[in-house]
C-alpha cells in the first residue's frame, strides 16, 4: 500500500471489493463484514476528477479534465489492490466503483472506460456536468448495478447549471432502464453537504444486498 490509496478489511471471504473514489473515513462507520474497502485518495477534485474541460470556472477554479489521467492512477490501484488481495489469500465477489459528488460523477465516466466493475455508485454525483448526460447515452456500459441518489435540496440553487443536477439525474436513470441496467434512485433528505457518510454507506449496503 501507498499513500495513493488504503486498504480496510476484516474477513477472508468477502461479498464486494469497492473502491472509494475520494478519502471519505467511512471505514470506522461501515460495516466491513464481508466487504473491502480501497480508498482512492484524490489530491485536486476539480481537475483530477472532470471528464473534460469546462469553459467556466466553479468557485474562481477551473475543472480541466485530467479524468483519463486519473483513470491510469485507478487502474494502477486495481491492479495493485488484487496482487495484495491475492498474496493474503483474501476473497471477493463483485468490484464495485464509487464516490461522491464529482467522485460519483468520475465513478460513472469510470464505467465506460474501464470493463472491469461490476457495480457503481455514484452519491450526489456532479450530473450538472455540461454534456455528460449525452456522452453516457452514447457509450457502451457493461456494468450490472448501478445506484443513484441525491439530496431534495441539491437543486434549490440560483446556479443555472447546478440546479439542473436532478433533472439529469433522473433522466440518468431513464438511460440506465433503456440499457437494462439493473439501478435504483433514492433521494435523501438535505443539501449536498448533508449526512455524507451515511449516504454513501447506504449506497454500498444497497449494493451488498
Known amino acids: 500500500m501507498t499513500s495513493d490509496y488504503k486498504i480496510y478489511f476484516n474477513n477472508k471471504e468477502n461479498e ?23 480508498e482512492v485518495k484524490v489530491n485536486d477534485w476539480l481537475n483530477d476528477l472532470s471528464p473534460w474541460l469546462l469553459d467556466f470556472k466553479i468557485n474562481g477554479n477551473t475543472c480541466s479534465g485530467h479524468a483519463d489521467i486519473f483513470l491510469k492512477k485507478v487502474l494502477d490501484v486495481y491492479k495493485n489492490t488484487l496482487i495484495y488481495l491475492n498474496n493474503n489469500n483474501v476473497k471477493y465477489n463483485k468490484v464495485v466503483i464509487g464516490g461522491y459528488s464529482l467522485a460519483g ?5 469510470a464505467i465506460t472506460k474501464l470493463n472491469i466493475f461490476d457495480y457503481c455508485f455514484s452519491v450526489s454525483g456532479s450530473l450538472w456536468f455540461p454534456n455528460f448526460l449525452k456522452y453516457f447515452e452514447d457509450s457502451n456500459i457493461n456494468i450490472s448495478k448501478i445506484y443513484l441518489s441525491l ?6 440553487t440560483k446556479n443555472l447549471i447546478m440546479k439542473t443536477v436532478l433533472n439529469n439525474t433522473l433522466k440518468l436513470k431513464e438511460v440506465l432502464d433503456f440499457k437494462k441496467i439493473i ?3 433514492e433521494l ?3 443539501n449536498h453537504f448533508k449526512d455524507i457518510d451515511l449516504r454513501l454507506i447506504k449506497a454500498i449496503n444497497y449494493l451488498k444486498n
Not at 19 to 32: A, P, R, T, V
Not at 151 to 156: A, Q
Open 16 to 38: 464486494l471489493l469497492v473502491f472509494m473514489i475520494g478519502e471519505n473515513s467511512i471505514y470506522n462507520k461501515l460495516n466491513l463484514n464481508n466487504i473491502i474497502l480501497v
Open 188 to 190: 435523501n433528505e438535505g
Open 105 to 109: 460523477l468520475f465513478s460513472l465516466y
Open 183 to 185: 439501478n435504483i434512485f
Open 151 to 156: 439530496g431534495d435540496k441539491e437543486n434549490k
